[in-house]
């Protein structure tokens, strides 16, 4: 019998698909061929708002309850839908805390939003791809112009009110080649909590019965990796120039979570789902209350049932998403069996399994050589960090001990 799913995470989608801005390379836009109602109903009603907050309170052994609001773009809905987010909280929490976590493209973010947040204690993701030049070369408006500006307009609120945020960039076709570029961006405007996702999708040259071209790893056929997709060895490369940098010089006052995540892994603590050994606790919640897997799994041979009809933990530890959660194991490439790295990369996202293994089969991970690549360089130094940790170095003497150990040489060599 398959273990159950003790704890997990509803991610919430007030407006579903719908967003205000219109960046090429999300794969959620098209999520509305799948909701035709949409155009008309997108927002969540309060019915759905109300068994949502109510379910996954109740549904949760933890004596705290995250709720994680995304998108699309979560400001939508208006502040008076999270005004009643909060007060349904308050009412059905009992004596368990709460933790908001809200995702945001930041262009809607002025100061009556920014007062909002903090006054009710919301962590913000910031959703920002680097510079100018990297951020508006693929998140632009629906009318094709910059949306640059309005981010940092919404992250000046968000610092006048002393919010609480950190920044999910997309590591992209263009922003690759600029490693520094953007970790010393990022640092200029006071992100201490960084997290860099890489990007690949694949587009199919007809769309499916659903509408989407934009496909799952299991599509069989005609299709081709997008022009924005990074590559698998430039994202590893790309993840070592900033670790390197990091390890020496911002070790302890910059958080990169790619980075925090492997050494949590390499000591037994919980990790993100990316790198665990199956997966399926991290489901969604659409506008209407349908509930699926996975945010990347959003397909109607996915979707588990409603939070309008279903219990939340009954629906996570049901048959349909414990099978969905091995499976990750279950269909682990053949190459990743003997891999020295296995342990804290899993063969990655079920999403990105689509290459051709050794065996002939299409499991291994596109960003397998990349994982390779970072991995290899990183884990010698993370190890050795947290053998330092251990001993209660100072963080001086931790830098200063990998730097004259790793890097000292190099330079001198």
């Keep these: 019998m398959m273990a159950q799913i003790a704890n997990f995470q509803l991610m919430a989608k007030p407006s579903g698909s719908v967003c205000n801005i219109n960046c090429t390379y999300c794969f959620y836009l098209e999520k509305e061929h799948l909701y035709p109602e949409r155009k008309n109903r997108w927002k969540m009603d309060g019915v759905t708002l109300k068994n949502y907050i ?17 998108g699309g773009e979560p400001t939508l809905p208006g502040i008076d839908f999270f005004r009643e987010a909060i007060r349904l909280q308050n009412y059905y ?48 408006t629906r009318t094709g112009k910059s949306t640059y500006d309005a981010v940092i307009k919404g992250l000046e609120a968000l610092k006048r009110h002393q919010v609480e945020f950190n ?10 080649k600029r490693p520094m570029d953007v970790y ?26 659903n509408g989407l071209t934009l496909i799952q790893p299991d599509f069989s056929g005609q299709c081709s990796v997008t022009e924005w997709s990074v590559p698998a060895k ?39 789902c990316v790198i665990n050994e199956t997966c399926g606790g991290n489901l969604i919640v659409e506008a209407n209350g349908d509930i699926y897997s996975c945010d990347h799994f959003v397909y109607p041979e996915h979707k588990l049932g409603n939070i309008n009809h279903d219990s939340s933990e009954e629906l996570v530890n049901s048959p349909k998403n414990i099978a969905f959660g091995h499976g990750k194991l279950k269909n682990i490439s053949k190459d990743c069996i003997n891999c020295t790295v296995r ?31 970072h991995l290899h360089h990183a884990l010698p130094k993370m190890q050795h960090l947290l053998e330092l940790i251990q001993q209660n170095r100072s963080l001086a003497k931790i830098r200063k001990s990998l730097k004259k150990e790793y890097y000292h040489k190099r330079r001198n060599g």
């Design 167 to 176: 920044t999910l960039t997309v590591v992209n076709a263009e922003n690759v």
């Design 54 to 70: 109510f379910k996954n309170i109740t549904g949760q052994k933890a004596d705290v309850v995250d709720f994680i609001w995304q």
């Design 93 to 140: 929490r009992g004596a368990k805390r709460i933790n908001n976590f809200f995702q945001t493209n930041g262009t809607n973010i002025d100061d009556e939003w920014a007062s909002f947040l903090k006054e009710n204690h919301f962590l913000v993701g910031l959703s920002i791809d680097g510079d100018r030049i990297s951020n508006d070369t693929y998140r632009l």
């Design 234 to 272: 430039a994202y590893g490369a790309f993840l070592n120039t900033i670790f390197d940098h990091w390890i020496t010089n911002d070790l302890g006052s910059v958080f990169v979570m790619n980075f925090e995540q492997t050494m949590a892994k390499m000591v037994g603590q919980a990790s993100a």
């Design 184 to 209: 010393n961006f990022l640092k200029r405007i006071g992100s201490r909590y960084m997290q860099f996702i890489p990007l690949v999708e694949r587009r199919a040259s007809v769309a499916d019965e």
């Design 343 to 373: 342990s804290v990369c899993n063969g990655g996202c079920p999403k990105h399994r689509f290459n051709i293994s050794s065996d002939g089969r299409p499991n291994r991970n596109y960003f397998c050589d990349g994982f390779a690549l």
